[in-house]
């Protein structure tokens, strides 16, 4: 979908149509959501900011999230796509992979069929979809973000070598900033000098990706459509309206979290074994550190573990912004007897 969010925004509020929009909290301590195409002519995008969105845009609308209304909507978009396959893995609430190899209706033609679908997504939601249509998921991927908004763009197998060797780094599904820039401070800047890089290269300057970047840049994906998957990690993440240096604020605010991270657990009905704290600073910076037991933890574990993991100099020195706990390395409910069930919110140590 186009600017999931901030379109179904215009969509229910003729007003803000044409006009720069994002979704986002209320604080200026949070980030954008999603940003409408207007806004993103001034530069803005998901994750920064809001206060650096403001600058940017001063006349920007700053629409508060309704996830509800984004479920539901998401839900008439995934129903659109099982009409055509039951071949669909879901990347968010508004993208998703569908093989047609083998289509449940409609033509013989993966290409028609995406136009078939982007056409329903309008005719049922007033909201406008991209596709992109290849023979494997990297290519797709990439050429679903090749021709927004309303985009409907084609890799076809004989074009996607010659396609990948022009495509710049940036470009590529999976390469995200951090990494963009290491392959510029080697002097690569496109498909074609990846190509240059022996298997065992790639994967000195960017661990497994090399790997399968080897493989992708040559056009070859072999990775199936998945359509049922299991969550890898559970958690919560609370960014603060003011930076936190006092290291009993630290403690309040990580017992909430950690009583709302444990209830999603329970939730899920699985059990992690690792334990992983994500502390980000006022300068924007983050740390993560993580701890891995024999045995799922406990609830009366989490705590004691957290203080030896918390970056306290660091806190007191810059500030906090953002603090985050997650579960992972999950065992099934097999092991849910042995678990606490019963907390209280918000209670200290």
């Not at 197998?157 to 963009?180: D, H, N, R, S, Y």
């Not at 493989?215 to 990775?223: C, L």
Request: glycine share 6%; proline share 4%.
């Amino acid at each position: 979908m186009d600017a999931f969010f901030a379109s179904v925004e215009q969509r229910d509020f003729p007003e803000y149509r044409g006009k720069p929009l994002i979704v986002g909290g209320r604080s200026e301590r949070g980030v954008v959501s999603a940003a409408s195409y207007e806004a993103r002519k001034y530069g803005i995008h998901s994750a920064m900011p809001i206060f650096q969105a403001k600058e940017k845009c001063p006349h920007l609308i700053n629409q508060p999230g309704r996830m509800e209304v984004y479920k539901e909507v998401s839900k008439v978009i995934q129903s659109i796509f099982h009409e055509y396959s039951d071949l669909v893995e879901p990347l968010s609430l508004d993208e998703a992979f569908i093989d047609v190899t083998s289509p449940k209706k409609g033509p013989a033609s993966a290409s028609l069929i995406a136009q078939e679908i982007k056409k329903k997504i309008l005719d049922k939601t007033q909201l406008v979809a991209s596709a992109g249509v290849s023979y494997n998921k990297f290519l797709a991927k990439i050429a679903s973000d090749m021709d927004k908004p309303d985009g409907f763009f084609v890799i076809l197998p004989e074009q996607a070598e010659a396609f990948l060797e022009g495509l710049k780094i940036e470009k590529f599904f999976g390469i995200g900033k951090v990494t963009a820039k290491r392959f510029h401070d080697l002097g690569i800047h496109t498909g074609a000098d990846i190509k240059t890089l022996e298997r065992s290269e790639l994967i000195r300057i960017c661990g497994k990706m090399g790997n399968y970047l080897y493989d992708a840049v040559r056009g070859k994906d072999e990775r199936p459509v998945i359509s049922h998957w299991e969550r890898k990690s559970v958690g919560c993440e609370r960014t603060f309206i003011k930076n936190v240096h006092s290291v009993n604020e630290v403690h309040d605010k990580m017992h909430k979290i950690i009583d709302e991270a444990w209830r999603r657990q329970l939730k899920n009905r699985k059990y992690g074994k690792t334990l992983t704290l994500k502390v980000k600073f006022a300068d924007f910076k983050s740390v993560t550190r993580r701890r891995t037991f024999e045995q799922p933890v406990e609830f009366k574990e989490i705590f004691p573990t957290i203080i030896k993991l918390m970056p306290y100099e660091d806190i007191e020195t810059k500030g906090c912004r953002l603090l985050g706990l997650s579960f992972s390395g999950f065992e099934k409910e097999t092991y849910g007897k042995n678990i606490q069930l019963k907390f209280n919110f918000g209670k200290k140590s």
